[in-house]
């Protein structure tokens, strides 16, 4: 009955609270309702996000296709310049000029490109090097050819059937390869870097050679008949920006000649000042802009002789509803550049940023987008959350109006470099690294090539962890890529990381791809060495030397697997001919030294480890070994000038010291001896060896205490050393004491038999050599 009461009297409070506080309630209840939702859609948006990124995984296209195809009576210029509504100076609708009254350039272009089939339109900036070449593409597209025009961010590499099948039946085709600087030229690193500087081969091969592997099987498969090649490329033989390659530089010419040589090279004339005019007459008044003709004449003859620079000016006086006078006209294309970029910057501060990440994108290859460069010029803003916020608007406007003012994403030579400064990439990596990642998930179809050509990147910049993080993701979109550079930059990046077997597996799945690949051939056997899998490795090596029998870094290599087999011969005959091939490679001599040495070969070691400090006269290594070779010969002073240089370039290294103490020995020097024991000893107290060679110094100098108290302390971290063990047998016999002497010398030969031949003629033993006991034990009587 309590019981019941008290459920009553509960539910009645219960009632109470409820009228007391209804508000409350409903807006809680409310809230809960609103939570609920909310949490709902949450779910319901990640499950649409997670479907939509299976659906893209499996819409992913399993390769990219390098080059833009144009069928025949297609548009070329719209191709090659974008097209910009009506925009009357866009410039596809700017009308083709002629550039000299007596030349007819395109017909000349035309003839020389019928003579050779590859065609190289140089000339310096702002020439109308692509117009002449689109125009010159132009006229073979309507004659039946199909262009296939060059993108910017795309791999190029031999074509696989599916990428055939995206050409159509068309037989007749005319590769359009513009601005081959820009593809060619990496800021700050070298894609080919020298083999000294790393003991793996360079995966990526430069643009250069893939371009000429590339189109010489387009030749195969096509017949040269059937093939034409139209390139442009600037020719500046000056740097505008100190230390950095010029324009020509850029395309390495000598570096490469089996590709240039093929090109029938064209210098496009500069235009005649009545040239400028005529063009000045033809698109001034359908641009609107206020001039006066007579004023044309004026301008031309100050203009720097380039096309470009004339759009770009009208471009500007556009933009700002300015007349055209001689007043208002950039002479040069340069001043041009500078002028806008630092009217932009003062009009949106922020615009610094976005021309930054423009130049940080195309460093690494990406491509330029809107959803692209947006998020990267955020990404280097500088400052606190309020500002970051600020600039987040600011950017979105700048850009805007960059976009469409300055067509900054599809920069023009010389439009970033106005800014005078180029971005330093290494702050950025991480950050950017994660930007395009995200950007990957949400535009995979649009980023895969630029994710691939990021990671190319930061391999070459030594980023492996962020590279493999890059090459991944484009296996989860794409886990069959049929692109056997992928597989073998990707098994560099793994190398780097010490995933050896996981960089093998890399390197099989290039080599199934492309089993001609000499350099991945030498990379699997660098890593198999690794794995210690000499055997494989060596295997890696011939196969490699069967496709490139000149490239001298993977001989020398195939001997250091040699020589860990301890086939030291075969080792030295293949160090022999890597330096046939490459007789200043120093560390291949200093290795051929080594294997001499252990064949005990030690004058022709010395001559090896000579030849490597002619080479390289700072390396320790060869100085310390050829120290010790000289040692070996019996030519102490000879060595002790080696350890010397040694101690000059490191002054710690304990065994220098240490084996300067024993030749010092050798030639009764013992006081010096004792000092480079006692310099070794303070550096390496546990170095066994230098206790032991001291007591033998200390003996010698007729302190015995000392001497004993010296090879204690070698036994103490040694107590097998049996030469500790007889040099104390000495010791004792020197002070006449035949017991000491006798039980450290047995001790001796219970670790090394030898000691009792040696002990029957040593003169330290004199004074106790007729006690019963030691000859006892010498003559290894047991009774």
């Known amino acids: 009955m309590l019981f019941g009461l008290d459920i009553q009297t509960t539910r009645k409070t219960i009632e109470q609270f409820s009228r007391d506080n209804q508000g409350i309630i409903n807006l809680l209840v409310g809230l809960a309702a609103l939570v609920t939702i909310a949490t709902l859609a949450w779910a319901i948006w990640q499950g649409i996000r997670w479907y939509k990124t299976k659906i893209r995984k ?26 910009h509504n009506n925009d009357p100076l866009a410039d596809e609708r700017i009308p083709y000029q002629g550039r000299r009254v007596e030349r007819n350039i395109r017909r000349e272009l035309e003839k020389k490109l019928e003579q050779r089939n590859w065609l190289l339109i140089v000339g310096r900036t702002g020439l109308g090097k692509t117009r002449e070449a689109a125009e010159l593409a132009q006229l073979y597209n309507r004659e039946g050819w199909t262009v296939l025009w060059l993108k910017l961010a795309e791999w190029v590499d031999e074509p696989t059937q599916e990428q055939l099948d995206k050409i159509g039946t068309n037989h007749k085709l005319l590769f359009f390869l513009d601005n081959l600087n820009q593809r060619m030229h990496y800021r700050h690193y070298d894609v080919f870097p020298k083999m000294e500087t790393s003991e793996l081969a360079p995966a990526i091969v430069p643009l250069q050679e893939r371009l000429r592997r590339t189109l010489e099987a387009y030749e195969r498969l096509y017949g040269q008949a059937e093939m034409r090649v139209i390139a442009t490329a600037r020719n500046e033989r000056q740097s505008l920006n100190p230390g950095e390659p010029s324009e020509w530089e850029k395309l390495q010419w000598e570096k490469y000649p089996q590709l240039w040589q093929r090109f029938e090279v064209y210098e496009l004339p500069a235009p005649e000042d009545e040239a ?126 960059l976009i469409e003012a300055e067509r900054i994403l599809s920069p023009r030579d010389g439009q970033i470099e106005a800014k005078g400064r180029w971005v330093e990439v290494g702050k950025y990596v991480r950050p950017l690294s994660h930007k395009v990642l995200k950007l990957t998930d949400k535009y995979p179809q649009k980023m895969l090539s630029s994710l691939f050509n990021f990671g190319r990147q930061l391999s070459i910049l030594n980023h492996p962890k962020e590279a493999l993080a890059c090459f991944n993701k484009i296996i989860s979109f794409v886990p069959q890529i049929e692109i056997s550079e992928f597989w ?283 006690d019963e006991q030691f000859q006892k034990l010498i003559q290894g009587r047991s009774d």
Not at 58 to 74: A, D, N, R, Y
Not at 325 to 338: D, M, V
Not at 615 to 643: F, N, Q
Request: aromatic share 12%; charged share 25%.
């Open 488 to 770: 073998g930059i990707r098994g560099e990046v793994l190398y780097k990381l010490r995933r050896y077997e996981d960089a093998i597996e890399s390197d099989n799945k290039a080599l199934e791809l492309q089993p001609n690949d000499a350099l991945t051939w030498y990379n699997r056997g660098v890593a198999l060495g690794k794995l210690g899998r000499y055997e494989d490795a060596i295997d890696s090596y011939n196969k490699a030397l069967e496709l490139r029998p000149n490239l001298f870094w993977i001989r020398s290599n195939r001997g250091v697997a040699l020589d860990e087999l301890g086939r030291y011969e075969d080792a030295i005959a293949s160090y022999d001919e890597a330096l046939e091939l490459q007789p200043n490679d120093a560390l291949t001599w200093y290795n051929r030294g080594v294997a001499l040495d252990r064949l005990e070969r030690y004058e022709d070691a010395v001559v090896s480890y000579n030849k490597t400090l002619e080479l390289s006269p700072h390396d320790r290594l060869a100085w310390y070994k050829r120290g010790v070779a000289l040692d070996k010969l019996g030519r102490y002073v000879d060595a002790i000038a080696s350890y010397d240089k040694v101690l000059e370039l490191k002054l710690d290294h304990y065994k220098a010291w240490s084996n300067r103490g024993a030749a010092l020995n050798a030639l009764g020097h013992y006081v010096d001896a004792l000092a480079s024991y006692d310099e070794a000893l303070k550096l390496q107290p546990d170095d066994y060896q230098a206790w032991s060679n001291r007591g033998v110094a200390l003996n010698k100098l007729g302190r015995y205490e000392d001497a004993l108290a010296s090879y204690d302390e070698a036994l103490k971290l040694q107590p097998d050393d049996y030469q500790a063990w007889y040099n104390k047998a000495c010791c004792y016999a020197l002070q006449k004491n035949v017991n000491l002497a006798v039980e450290n010398l047995e001790r001796a030969i219970s670790f090394n038999p030898k000691c009792r031949e040696v002990a029957k003629t040593d003169s330290d033993f004199g004074s106790i050599r007729e």
């Open 276 to 401: 400028i005019v005529q063009l000045l007459r033809d698109i001034v008044p359908q641009a609107q802009i206020s001039a006066r003709e007579e004023n044309y004449g004026a301008i031309a003859r100050e203009n720097d002789s380039t096309f470009r620079n004339v759009v770009e000016n009208l471009r500007h006086l556009k933009n700002r509803r300015l007349p055209l006078t001689p007043n208002n006209y950039q002479n040069t294309l340069t001043e041009n550049w500078i002028n806008r970029y630092q009217n932009a910057v003062r009009r949106y501060p922020a615009a610094k940023y976005i021309y930054d990440a423009v130049d940080l994108l195309q460093q690494f290859g990406i491509s330029l987008e809107r959803f692209t460069v947006e998020p990267t010029a955020l990404l280097m803003v500088q400052g606190n959350f309020w500002q970051w916020l600020w600039y987040r608007w600011s950017i979105l406007r700048a850009l805007n109006n």
């Open 58 to 83: 499996l819409t992913i296209p399993p390769s990219t296709f390098p080059f833009e195809v144009i069928k025949p009576h297609g548009n070329v210029l719209s191709l090659a310049f974008g097209a």
